[in-house]
């Protein structure tokens, strides 16, 4: 059996395989919690795009904020991608992996004038930049270092992605991007600022988009914005139509990437705009389904009003149902067949009612079974924390019949490292 979404994890020979691994060996041989990532699903979701994209002027940059670790970073890299960055550290981490400098770009609200110079010292591809006030400081950062920073604007298309509030970023309330009606004005600004170059425009929407309206508004929205800036007598030469398309937690299927762009691509050559260079930064789609979390059942707990599944992995090593209180499916590597199911909330060791992992799953378990919370590619691994010194789990990639440890399970004296008593 493969479930929906995730045809490289499929149950053979009754248990759970990533590729040609079984599941249960790798959580032997490296224990629990342990995130597994299969490098195959990884590069078909790339391929999707890629097709979407073949014979066009584009660059994929993965918003590696979804998932930064080196090994994961290592695969994009090698298959040609760029990468989104919203942080000094991400940086750190796409050079550390050997991407071109050119191909990455720095998206976020808030970079310092530090992160601005480190950027440009290593000559980045381009700054998106999200208010008129950092245009400035930009500039004179650039200044200062005789350089110029190559910018686009993130424009604020004020379109609803029918997402989860805390991950939507195109609507006006938002912090992110430039409004519609201010974005002439800081463009003619960038334009005349010395430290600039203005090289392109950005817009992303949100996160977890399961349907493709959200995209096409968003597109003619940027494409009237682009109109208006280039009839001022400035040329854009991308256009980046940022991130966001969602993956199926739970069957909620989003239009595939492929299908999408040739949808947005159609408008884009009727509006005229076909022959630019495109841009995306697609994060979770790439990555999202391509990792599950591997953990332990530690104990059962009967109850009156409800009985509890408690495991190894918290909502400190994911924390997505805690924050955003989202559904990951969680199945048993080696089904017990035949035995009787019972209705659990799947929790965690941690200190706080919020910390769940999944409520009322219909599960035949014992203490010591293995559990696959699936589509835990995606923000959960780079948004895991320490709370509780729990340390943060392992990582492996699986490639084929080959698995990679990717990041060694921290010990406590790695949470303790740099802590001082006071004397
Ligand atoms: C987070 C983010 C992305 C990626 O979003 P996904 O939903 O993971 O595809 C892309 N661009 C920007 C600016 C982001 O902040």
């Known amino acids: 059996m493969t479930t929906p979404g995730h045809p490289h994890f499929a149950w053979r020979d009754g248990e759970l395989h990533v590729e040609q691994l079984r599941v249960s060996e790798l959580a032997r041989r490296h224990g629990t919690p342990l995130f597994v990532y299969s490098k195959a699903s990884m590069l078909a979701s790339l391929s999707a795009y890629q097709r979407g994209f073949a014979g066009r002027k584009s660059k994929i940059c993965y918003a590696m904020k979804a998932n930064s670790s080196l090994g994961v970073l290592q695969v994009f890299a090698q298959a040609g991608c760029g990468f989104d960055i919203v942080s000094g550290g991400e940086l750190e981490r796409a050079l ?35 208010s008129e006030a950092e245009l400035e400081v930009l500039s004179e950062v650039a200044s200062t270092h005789g350089r110029t920073a190559p910018v686009s604007i993130r424009v604020n298309p004020n ?35 010395p430290g600039l170059r203005v090289v392109g425009i950005d817009c992303h929407i949100g996160s977890q988009i399961t349907d493709s309206s959200p995209y096409m508004d968003a597109m003619e929205r940027v494409l009237d914005l682009v109109e208006g800036i280039e009839a001022a007598g400035i040329r854009l030469q991308h256009i980046d139509f940022g991130g966001g398309l969602g993956i199926d937690y739970q069957g909620v299927l989003p239009p595939a990437a492929d299908q999408l762009w040739s949808r947005l691509l159609a408008r884009l050559d009727a509006r005229g705009y076909g022959d630019r260079e495109l841009m995306i930064e ?142």
């Open 96 to 130: 550390a992996v050997g991407a071109p400098a050119r191909d990455i770009i720095f998206s976020g609200v808030g970079k310092t004038r530090a992160e601005m110079a480190r950027a440009l010292e290593v000559g980045i591809g381009c700054f998106n930049v999200e």
């Open 159 to 193: 379109v609803d992605p029918k997402t989860h509030p805390y991950i939507s970023t195109g609507l006006k309330d938002n912090k992110f991007g430039i409004a519609h009606e201010r974005t002439l004005a800081a463009y003619c600004r960038a334009a005349e600022l």
């Open 282 to 423: 697609p994060g979770r789609s790439l990555v999202g389904n391509a990792g599950i979390c591997v953990t332990e059942v530690l104990y059962l707990k009967p109850g009156e009003q409800k009985n509890f599944c408690i495991v190894d992995a918290a909502m400190n090593d994911l924390p997505r149902p805690a924050m955003y209180e989202a559904y990951h499916a969680i199945l048993p590597v080696k089904p017990r067949s035949g035995a009787d199911e019972s209705s659990y909330d799947v929790v965690g060791p941690v200190c706080e009612s919020g910390d769940w992992l999944g409520r009322n799953r219909q599960l035949a378990v014992q203490p010591g079974d293995l559990l696959a919370v699936l589509s835990a590619g995606a923000y959960c691994m780079s948004m895991a924390s320490n709370y509780n010194t729990r340390s943060r789990p392992a990582e492996v990639l699986v490639d084929g019949d080959r698995a990679h440890l990717i990041r060694e399970r921290e010990q406590v004296s790695d949470l303790m490292r740099g802590e001082r008593l006071v004397r």
